[in-house]
């Protein structure tokens, strides 16, 4: 059995080789975390849409039950409609649990 021997510049070719792979990887691992933030913060608006929209839809809803024997139905739902939302809006801002995520800066620990 031989013994591996390897020269003073293969070692540091292989030593720079490792760094360059770790600085990739770790450019990568910050642009995907990134790009996952983003989302992440878009995402929130078109739920609480979402939310609001499906909340004033429940109110509409039981609303037209109550009022189901008046004339003019349309005119009727245009009229709930409008104030279900606002009223859809508040409540799901004030049942829903938001956190404010600042971006870290160097150092800061989780």
Not at 12 to 29: E, K, N
Not at 77 to 91: G, I, M
Not at 97 to 105: A, E, H, Q, S
């Amino acid at each position: 059995m031989t013994a591996l021997t390897l020269t003073p510049i293969e070692v540091m070719a292989g030593l720079g080789v490792l760094i360059a792979f770790a600085s990739v990887w770790r450019a990568g691992a910050r642009r995907a975390r990134a790009a996952a933030e983003k989302a992440q913060t878009g995402g929130r608006l078109l739920s609480l849409t979402g939310r609001v929209l499906f909340n004033a839809g429940l109110i509409v809803a039981v609303q037209w039950v109550v009022m189901s024997s008046r004339a003019h139905d349309g005119v009727v739902l245009v009229v709930l409609a409008a104030p279900a939302l606002f009223a859809a809006h508040c409540l799901t801002r004030a049942l829903t649990v938001t956190t404010k995520d600042l971006p870290r800066r160097r150092g800061d620990r989780r």
